[in-house]
């Protein structure tokens, strides 16, 4: 999908706009579920970047409030919502142009060490 967020210091989150077109089609004119899902789990997973650490999805919960329609001007928000020790909650949401939160996510991200969890993938 190539979504390209930016930090918005004022607001304190990243933001992304974006239009899905028809090869993510669910229910007919609107968005899958999945995808759904899956750009707020990624939106989420940049807020991390404010606390320079490599954290992994533990748990996601999505909120599909109305659906999301296809080859429209959308955009996502995700910002931090506490952190403590390993442990990141952060949430974001997908909105229409008139404001309206259509779904909303919520994630678990455990920081981890990249190099202990990976090593044995690295070439020597």
Known sequence: MRLKFTYDEERDCFV???????????????AHGGIIATILDDAMGKVNKLRHVVALTSQITV??????PLNEALRVESREVRVRGRRHINM???????GEVLARGRGL???????????????R
Do not use: S, W
């Open 16 to 30: 992304c706009r974006f239009r899905l077109g028809k090869r993510y089609t669910g229910p007919p004119g609107h």
């Open 63 to 68: 909120d599909y409030l109305k659906p999301v």
């Open 92 to 98: 974001a949401e997908i909105l229409n142009p008139k």
């Open 109 to 123: 991200f455990i920081a981890i060490d990249p190099q202990k969890m990976f090593a044995k993938f690295v070439e």
